[in-house]
T-cell receptor, first 109, second 114 residues
């Protein structure tokens, strides 16, 4: 089957670092995506990994281990505006994307 | 304005009525998608389209119909709305040829079926 698991909710303090984990089991793999979704808004693209390792983009980094079916999104220097849901998605083949249910991150002052 | 738009943004309809949700993108992206988002579920693919006049079913297509006569438009029709189709619907698009193949999402349509 195919399954993506993420924690439902996380809480962190402004200025801190938080790591959001994602594990996946899919019959095909063609890249892993992270999206940010603020309440009532559309998901927006954050990062993409297709090879093992770390991709860094400013305050956000994403890591992938294909052999372990594991990824994480690392958010540094947390800001209040980072309070949102973070969606992990795996691309299978050309067009099929499987999304996790998302991790709701609350950043506290 | 450039981008991907959806209309209406909010819709209330009754069980059994036909409803069409519109999606329009100005990037000339080849691929377009319709998802629904419900609590406890991730985004689930309803239909996708690889180009004008090419569409195919996703994970949850029952009760929905799509068409794509022009590259920029991808309407989704609920033929006879049911309460289980109450959801937030997102349209998305992406390029065919240039990675990383991220999707760009429209603002969503919140549909309530009473």
């Amino acid at each position: 089957g195919q399954n993506i698991d993420q924690p439902t909710e996380m809480t962190a303090t402004e200025g801190a670092i938080v790591q959001i984990n994602c594990t996946y089991q899919t019959s095909g793999f063609n890249g892993l995506f992270w999206y940010q979704q603020h309440a009532g808004e559309a998901p927006t693209f954050l990062s993409y990994n297709v090879l093992d390792g770390l991709e860094e983009k400013g305050r956000f980094s994403s890591f992938l281990s294909r052999s372990k079916g594991y990824s994480y999104l690392l958010l540094k220097e947390l800001q209040m505006k980072d309070s949102a849901s973070y969606l992990c998605a795996v691309r299978k083949g050309t067009y099929k994307y499987i999304f996790g249910t998302g991790t709701r991150l609350k950043v506290l002052a | 304005d450039a981008g991907i738009t959806q209309s209406p943004r909010y819709k209330i309809t009754e069980t059994g009525r036909q409803v069409t949700l519109m999606c329009h993108q100005t990037w000339s992206h080849s691929y377009m998608f319709w998802y629904r988002q419900d609590l406890g579920h991730g985004l689930r693919l309803i239909y996708y389209s690889a180009a004008a006049d090419i569409t195919d079913k996703g994970e949850v297509p029952d009760g929905y119909v799509v068409s794509r006569s022009k590259t920029e438009n991808f309407p989704l029709t609920l033929e006879s709305a049911t309460r289980s189709q109450t959801s937030v619907y997102f349209c998305a698009s992406r390029t065919r040829d240039r990675g990383p193949y991220e999707q760009y999402f429209g603002p969503g349509t919140r549909l309530t079926v009473t």
